[in-house]
């Protein structure tokens, strides 16, 4: 059984890069990584490739979920992202998507909406093996993590401050979701509140999941989904340090009518 405790790498010091909304941008991970200081290694072609990550100065990548759907290159992105998390040069919270993705693969009933039809379209040329060891990672991966001594927390969707360390099935909610209203916008979609606004922890908190073509800071609290699969902007945030470094998204490769708006 997977440790899944929030707080087991609390005393890890990092120092982390924190990477936003990967949704199958391989190609920019790759990239992204690269700028910022690691070794990207890897063999085989696109969408085959096996990885080879480190940094010369023991830098570690956090990614903060939503590494499947609406991106070229899904099965890359697990792999590459699967193999420094087992290695220990990698951390990983789940996103929506990548949960969604899993009970896909569990052969569970999901709407094949939001990119998720991509996805399955990718991973039909992957065995068995690949995908049931893709199922039992997403399956163990934590909903937050609470790191560099308990100054940072990260989770897909952030988290309000009176969930931190803890785990219930409305703290996983939160955390891959947000806070959402129960009534839906004019594009279908569930409405998203602004618990940043509310937030008034020392506790830095890191997310994702919200795509805006610049990144957002409010009361200690950032998003880093800078929209890479729609056309914007591949993120991560060096830690302690709170640079930003950014690559730009080689093309749009979904649509979505809340980027189009942003």
Same mark, same amino acid.
């Given at each position: 059984?997977?440790? *899944?405790?929030?707080?087991?790498?609390?005393?890890?010091?990092?120092?982390?890069?924190?990477?936003?909304? *990967?949704?199958?941008?391989?190609?920019?991970?790759?990239?992204?990584?690269?700028?910022?200081?690691?070794?990207?290694? $890897?063999?085989?072609?696109?969408g085959?490739? $096996?990885?080879?990550?480190?940094?010369?100065?023991?830098?570690?990548?956090?990614?903060?979920? /939503?590494?499947?759907?609406?991106?070229?290159? =899904?099965? /890359?992105?697990?792999?590459?992202? +699967?193999? +420094?998390?087992?290695?220990?040069?990698?951390?990983?919270?789940v996103?929506?998507?990548?949960?969604?993705?899993r009970?896909?693969?569990?052969?569970?009933?999901?709407?094949?909406?939001?990119?998720?039809?991509?996805?399955?379209?990718?991973?039909?040329?992957? /065995?068995?093996?690949?995908?049931?060891?893709? =199922?039992?990672? *997403?399956?163990?991966?934590?909903?937050?993590?609470?790191?560099?001594?308990?100054?940072?927390?990260?989770?897909?969707?952030?988290?309000?401050?009176?969930?931190?360390?803890?785990?219930?099935?409305?703290?996983?909610?939160?955390? +891959? $979701?947000?806070?959402?209203?129960?009534?839906?916008?004019?594009?279908?979609l569930?409405?998203?509140?602004?618990?940043?606004?509310?937030?008034?922890?020392?506790?830095?908190v890191?997310?994702?999941?919200?795509?805006?073509?610049?990144?957002?800071?409010?009361?200690?609290?950032?998003?880093? /989904?800078?929209?890479?699969?729609?056309?914007?902007?591949?993120?991560? +945030?060096?830690?302690?340090?709170?640079?930003?470094?950014?690559?730009?998204?080689?093309?749009?490769?979904?649509?979505?009518?809340?980027?189009?708006?942003?």
């Open positions: 059984m997977a440790d *899944i405790s929030p707080n087991r790498f609390r005393n890890d010091c990092g120092p982390f890069d924190l990477i936003g909304d *990967i949704h199958g941008c391989a190609g920019e991970t790759e990239i992204l990584l690269e700028k910022l200081g690691y070794r990207v290694g $890897f063999q085989g072609p696109e085959r490739r $096996f990885y080879d990550i480190s940094h010369p100065h023991g830098r570690k990548p956090v990614f903060l979920g /939503d590494m499947v759907d609406r991106g070229p290159r =899904s099965p /890359d992105v697990m792999r590459l992202v +699967m193999g +420094m998390v087992k290695r220990g040069d990698a951390l990983a919270v996103g929506n998507h990548d949960d969604k993705f009970r896909w693969l569990d052969g569970k009933t999901v709407r094949m909406t939001h990119g998720i039809e991509e996805t399955a379209e990718q991973f039909e040329q992957e /065995d068995a093996a690949f995908k049931a060891e893709c =199922s039992d990672f *997403i399956r163990g991966l934590p909903t937050h993590l609470i790191l560099d001594k308990g100054d940072l927390l990260v989770a897909h969707a952030g988290l309000a401050e009176k969930f931190h360390g803890r785990f219930s099935g409305e703290e996983r909610s939160f955390a +891959m $979701f947000g806070d959402v209203a129960k009534q839906r916008d004019q594009y279908g569930p409405v998203r509140l602004n618990w940043a606004a509310k937030y008034s922890g020392k506790r830095a890191v997310h994702g999941h919200v795509a805006e073509p610049g990144v957002r800071e409010l009361n200690n609290v950032y998003c880093i /989904d800078t929209g890479c699969c729609f056309g914007g902007h591949l993120t991560a +945030m060096r830690w302690p340090e709170r640079d930003l470094v950014q690559v730009r998204a080689k093309e749009a490769y979904f649509h979505s009518p809340r980027w189009a708006q942003a």
